[in-house]
């Protein structure tokens, strides 16, 4: 018998585990012609996956009630019937929460487990390194000298953004959810300041503090009144990568936050949301030196391993928690 995770239900406010359930199902034997017979080794759990576990129209479809839920997976062909693939191969790419499945092969990437760790290829090396690179260069536009502020700082994202300022000469200040994970910031990554929004009383006056030339760049992961606070700390010609929203994922209702016209018109600052699946054909190019600053130690990361797969559905509740620190994956 299989695993597979579908969805039970649309979450109202943040995820709870009977929105989740687990299923059993025979898996055929039989491998058709053109296929491949793939395990699970690792999955990626992401923030953006709420947004697809709603009926909201979006950039991407939603999941369907009683369906599996899909997303970034690291699996092993240990069956093939498909000539661009051999047993033992390790792949990635958007696939089910299920144990085992059979695939064609179709959108999947072969990785190397001896250039890096397998679940790398989930963070900094897939989609959440991407995502860094690609809003901050092609968005954020940093330039030495400037000040960047990242939000969701300890985060898969946030980590890696504020790295990639810091190799570029920026000012990095990091804004996340703990004392402990600030101090991973500054003494694993780099960042110059740290702000723990949970535990500081005026945020915009904490920007301030902590950037005394102004926001150049904003990174902004998570929305909100965070957000806000930036804005009233940007400079002139400021940019603004709107990335994520978090803050606001598990709303029920329209958050009330400050208007942003007259902040962006005084400063004439661009504001732009990022979907970082716009830039794929700058992928190979972006993961090309993601790799080289990796190698050359510029650059560094760090995980959440959870292991066993029952546990996956938890694993994601728990980042709206901020259980995590740098990239949430599940170990099956
Ligand atoms: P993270 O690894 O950053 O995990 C989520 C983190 O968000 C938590 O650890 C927590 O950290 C923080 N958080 C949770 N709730 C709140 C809240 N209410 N207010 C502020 N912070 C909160 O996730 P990712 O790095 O994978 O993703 C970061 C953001 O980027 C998400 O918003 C995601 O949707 C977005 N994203 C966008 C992509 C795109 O193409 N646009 C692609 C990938 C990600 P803390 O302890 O600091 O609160």
């Not at 690792?42 to 996956?49: A, G, Q, W």
């Not at 790295?163 to 990091?174: A, E, W």
């Not at 535990?199 to 904003?218: F, H, L, Q, R």
């Amino acid at each position: 018998m299989n695993k597979t995770i579908i969805l039970n239900n649309r979450p109202v406010g943040k995820p709870k585990p009977e929105d989740f359930k687990i299923v059993s199902e025979k898996l055929e034997k039989h491998l058709p012609e053109g296929e491949i017979l793939l395990k699970t080794k690792y999955v990626s759990v992401d923030p953006y996956l709420r947004g697809r576990m709603t009926d909201a129209d979006s950039y991407i479809p939603s999941f369907e009630i009683n369906k599996p839920i899909e997303s970034a997976i690291v699996g092993e062909v240990v069956e093939s019937n498909n000539q661009s693939f051999s047993k033992g191969d390790f792949v990635t790419g958007l696939l089910d929460w299920k144990e085992q499945q059979k695939s064609d092969g179709e959108g999947l990437m072969k990785v190397n487990a001896e250039q890096a760790p397998l679940s790398a290829y989930l963070g900094v090396l897939g989609m959440t390194g991407l995502t860094a690179y690609l809003g901050l260069m092609n968005i954020g536009k940093p330039k030495a000298g400037e000040t960047l502020v990242v939000s969701g700082a300890a985060g898969a994202v946030g980590s890696i953004a504020g790295q990639i300022g810091k190799i570029l000469g920026l000012r990095v200040v990091g804004i996340a959810g703990s004392d402990e994970k600030n101090e991973m910031l500054k003494r694993d990554f780099g960042f110059d300041e740290t702000i723990n929004y949970k535990t500081t009383g005026n945020m915009t006056k904490a920007i301030a503090d902590a950037c005394p030339n102004g926001v150049d760049v904003y990174f902004d992961n998570v929305g909100g009144e965070v957000a806000d606070a930036v804005m009233f700390n940007i400079n002139d010609f400021a940019r603004i990568v709107n990335c994520g929203a978090i803050s606001i994922y598990n709303a029920t209702e329209i958050p009330k936050s400050i208007s942003v016209q007259p902040f962006l018109i005084q400063k004439r600052a661009l504001m732009q949301g990022f979907i970082v699946m716009d830039h794929a054909n700058q992928f190979s190019d972006a993961i090309g030196q993601l790799s080289q600053w990796l190698k050359e130690k510029k650059l560094t990361y760090t995980e959440t391993i959870i292991e066993g797969f029952e546990n996956i559905p938890q694993a994601f509740i728990d980042l709206f928690d901020g259980k995590n620190k740098g990239k949430m994956v599940v170990k099956v």
